[in-house]
């Protein structure tokens, strides 16, 4: 049983669909303003007759966090996987121009759920649990106009490497996902960014192109599971379309 954040859309849905597709019932969370596309996300996952929980809620804040995983456990009686994939990011000219209100939420979003939800979820995950965060190769090589938010996906990668430690005694793996550009609602909604310049993204990557969601989902069905991965915790795994990185 998977809870995952963002899951209403891009990576979230991708990683919830193939989760479904392999036997797992989800809950997903999400603003309650993608209602639309959350009840689509449902159909398809029932579809393959998995169940699935909506969570229409405001990660930012810590008690969204713990209530969603208390409805959750409540709802399935159990949880075995959860994945902190709900962001925010806006670009910016300079970091002059990031202002306290956006960096706050950044990070609230980003980095403070992530935290708030493994400490929600710690006492309902058992030995053989997994817990998988979206990074980014922006928290790696850093990008321009993002300050705020490749530094909280750096953050990210660091509590990943450091949950990754605390938690391999209860036998609870804990690892990253860092894509490299991909095609979801955060590139048409950056208010940062032209029209010309969303319709280009992911051009100067090696690949000349960005990933699509689904390319990105099977390295979360990989870290989820014990029979696949389970040597492997505290690692930030790179699929950044042939960007190469020691990070």
């Known amino acids: 049983m998977a809870l995952i954040t963002g899951g209403d859309s891009g990576i979230g849905r991708a990683v919830a669909f193939l989760y479904a597709r392999e036997g797992a019932d989800v809950a997903i969370a999400y603003l309650p303003q993608e209602q639309s596309d959350a009840v689509e996300t449902r159909r398809s996952i029932e579809a393959l007759g998995r169940e699935c929980l909506l969570l229409p809620t405001d990660l930012s804040r810590a008690a969204a966090c713990a209530a969603v995983v208390q409805k959750t456990v409540f709802y399935f009686k159990r949880l075995d996987i959860v994945v902190s994939n709900a962001a925010h990011q806006s670009h910016k000219p300079s970091v002059e121009d990031v202002t306290e209100k956006e960096l706050e939420l950044t990070f609230r979003t980003n980095v403070f759920a992530y935290v708030h939800l493994v400490k929600a979820a710690l006492p309902h995950l058992k030995p053989g649990s997994a817990i998988i965060a979206t990074s980014s190769e922006t928290g790696i090589l850093g990008t321009e106009g993002l300050p705020d938010y490749s530094s909280s996906k ?91 990185s020691g990070g």
């Open 154 to 244: 750096g953050a990210i990668n660091a509590l990943t490497k450091t949950l990754g430690m605390d938690l391999i005694k209860r036998g609870i793996r804990v690892n990253a996902v860092a894509p490299g550009p991909v095609w979801t609602p955060l590139n048409p909604s950056d208010k940062g960014k032209t029209a010309k310049e969303t319709a280009h993204f992911g051009a100067t990557s090696p690949m000349g192109r960005p990933a699509q969601p689904e390319e990105l989902a099977p390295a979360y069905v990989f870290l989820a599971s014990e029979g696949d991965s389970s040597f492997i915790t505290g690692t930030v795994l790179q699929v950044m379309g042939g960007e190469t």
